[in-house]
C-alpha cells in the first residue's frame, strides 16, 4: 500500500474539508506516518475516516486513536505555537504527540495505560520526535512536575475535567476538550488568565470517550 498517497488523500478529503486551514496543522498531518502508530493488523486502514481502536489497554475501557477530522480541528482551534509547552491528556500511542512536537515547542505526552506509554515512547523515538517526552499517571490528575504548561490538550471527551487540569496552566494558557458524549458533543477551549478560567464552545462533534472523566454518579432521594 502506498502509505505517502493515502497520506495526502487523507490531508485533502478529510482534513481541508472541514475548515482546517492551518499551514502548520495541514504539513504536520502530511508529514506524521499515522500507519506507525495504530495495530499492526489496521495499518492498511489507518487513514480511514474513522477512529481507530488500540490494542494494550487494561481493563479501563477501550482506547482510541481519533478520527483524523476532529483532531485537526481541536489542534487549530488551540492555535499552538513553536514556543508553546503543550501537555497532552492520553496520549495513547503517540499519533497526536507526534503532530503536536511537530507545531509546538515541546510536548509532555500524559498516559495511565503502561503498555500503551511503553509503545509511544518506542514510536517515536524509532521516528525521530525528540522533543516529546512520555509520562505515566492519572490522567485527571495532569503531570504537575512540568507545569506551567501554554496548552493543555485532552485526547478524547470527557463529561467533566478536574481543577488540577486548570492550575497546570500558566497565565494565558489555553485547554482544549471535547466535553459530552456520542453527537451532542461540543469541543470547548478554556482560557485561563490572572487566575480565572473563561471558556467558549466552538464546534459539534463524536470522539470517543476517555476513560476516567465520567462525573460522580449521585443518589436522588
Do not use: W
Not at 489496521?42 to 477512529?51: V, W
Not at 490538550?153 to 487540569?165: I, K, N, R, Y
Amino acid at each position: 500500500m502506498n502509505f505517502e498517497a493515502a497520506r495526502t488523500k487523507m490531508v485533502d478529503n478529510q482534513i481541508r474539508t472541514t475548515d482546517v486551514t492551518s499551514h502548520a496543522i495541514l504539513s504536520a498531518f502530511l508529514s506524521v506516518p499515522r500507519e506507525e502508530f495504530v495495530p499492526a493488523r489496521m495499518k492498511e486502514l489507518a487513514y480511514i475516516d474513522a477512529d481507530i481502536e488500540l490494542d494494550g489497554t487494561k481493563g479501563v475501557g477501550p482506547r482510541y486513536l481519533m478520527e483524523p477530522s476532529p483532531l485537526a480541528k481541536l489542534l487549530q482551534l488551540a492555535e499552538i505555537s513553536k514556543s508553546d509547552v503543550v501537555l497532552e491528556i492520553g496520549c495513547g500511542t503517540g499519533y497526536a504527540s507526534a503532530l503536536l512536537s511537530l507545531i509546538a515547542g515541546s510536548v509532555v505526552a500524559l498516559e495511565s495505560d503502561e503498555v500503551l506509554a511503553a509503545t509511544a515512547t518506542e514510536t517515536l523515538a524509532r521516528l525521530g520526535y525528540d522533543n516529546v517526552a512520555v509520562v505515566t499517571g492519572d490522567l485527571g490528575k495532569g503531570y504537575a512536575a512540568e507545569a506551567p504548561y501554554d496548552v493543555i490538550f485532552v485526547h478524547g471527551s470527557v463529561e467533566v475535567l478536574p481543577a488540577a487540569l486548570f492550575e497546570q496552566l500558566r497565565n494565558g494558557g489555553r485547554l482544549i476538550a471535547v466535553e459530552g458524549f456520542g453527537n451532542a458533543s461540543r469541543a470547548k477551549l478554556y482560557v485561563h488568565e490572572h487566575g480565572k478560567t473563561s471558556e467558549r464552545a466552538d464546534f459539534n462533534t463524536a470522539v470517543k470517550p476517555l476513560p476516567g472523566f465520567r462525573r460522580e454518579q449521585t443518589f436522588v432521594f
